[in-house]
């Protein structure tokens, strides 16, 4: 092996070393701290990001991009396995509630806080779509983490799911208005594409799903197989972005009919539960270490309003939602608390939407990758927050 492959590998060991025995030494102070482990792992990547220390190998940061579908997949699939005929029952109306107006109401907040700053109603529309997102990682990590299980971080659950699909369907709306208004020709059905991709995403989850329910611990009758789990995972996840769809939905379904269906659906969800931890240190690190606090500086007044906004609309509209589903006072104090964390979605739509109206970029991303360095960093914080006073009350 060539000196510059030995330095390469070894640079490439030591920082995946390091970061996984760091990362467990957070993971034990969280356990005797306030703060998750999320937020411990996001400050550690910063500080050994290129901001600071700059630590961590280009050859790690390149691969942030992969590290981070791999971990949403999984995500994505333990979350949809939280969807069971037994986890839903009592709490279809409730979850459905709160869900679309802890989606609405953020969206309608930053929509009308941006039009009192002077904003375009074209950039009001696009940020209020992106305020409408949650962080299903962050808010997952959050929950296994805290070792709580209760109606509220069940419910916690169901919510994070459908929240992000309404979300991303009040994006699809959002894009067909503005290129309605931008007088676009051709590019009217955005919406329409959305469901669409959406579409085709739960059906590739139900596609898979269906026949691994089938499969799940018969392979290898009674035990369960790490490969058969993150092989049914990896190529869901490949699919989808073969297919250019949503794999995030198409995870969820593929996890939802596993774990409705199959004889032995713990099987593969214990085992992806495994190895999941691992790919979220390094995901949170390399997080940490992407943020741009350098953003926080050029916001101004419209980016705190949009915090702002944001924060509000997700309290009021979580406290809607369970108002009119005639869900428990806990539920209704703190469930908005719980939904702060925002992340990889949100940024996803402003890529996508500052490509398709270059001409917006230079305010919106700023302030979507700003808010999201405060959000992560004390979402996580306020959705333990919830959990522990939920789980007292």
Known sequence: MEPSQLETSS?????LGG??????????????????????????????????????????????????????????????????????????GISFSISICAALLPALAVYLGMIAMGVTIEIALLLGC?????????????????????????LLLLVVVL????????????MAIVTSLNGIAGEASFFGLVVWELGIAALLGLALGLPAAYLSGRIQPGKPML???????????????????????????MGAVIANLARHHEYPFHEIEG??????IVF???????????????????????????????????WIGGYLSRSGQDNRLWMGVALLPQAGVAIGMALVASNRFPEYRQIMLPIVIASTVVFEVIGPVFTRLAILRADRA
């Open 227 to 253: 490969s058969e789990a993150l092989g049914i995972v990896f190529l869901c996840g490949g699919l989808a972005l073969w297919l250019n769809v949503s794999y995030l939905i198409a995870s969820i379904v």
């Open 284 to 318: 949170f690190v390399l997080a940490g270490a992407s943020l741009e606090f350098a953003a926080l500086a050029v916001i101004g007044l419209v980016g705190g309003v949009y915090i702002i906004c944001r924060a509000l609309g997700k309290y009021l509209g979580a």
């Open 130 to 154: 992106f305020a409408a997102a949650t962080a299903p990682a962050a808010i997952l990590d959050v929950v296994q983490e805290s070792g709580t299980k209760n109606k509220f971080s069940e």
């Open 19 to 92: 970061i996984l025995l760091v990362g467990l030494l957070l993971s034990s102070i969280a356990q005797r701290s306030f703060l998750p482990r999320a937020t411990l792992l996001l400050i550690f990547g910063t500080i050994i990001g290129d901001q600071v220390l700059d630590l961590i190998p280009l050859l790690f940061v390149e691969r942030f991009g992969l590290i981070a579908d791999i971990t949403l997949l999984m995500v994505g699939f333990l979350l949809g396995g939280k969807l069971t005929r037994s986890s839903l029952k009592g709490h279809t």
């Open 275 to 280: 190895i999941e931890s691992l790919f979220m």
């Open 11 to 15: 640079s490439f060991l030591l920082t």
């Open 163 to 174: 929240d992000d699909v309404w979300a991303l369907l009040l994006f699809g709306i959002g």
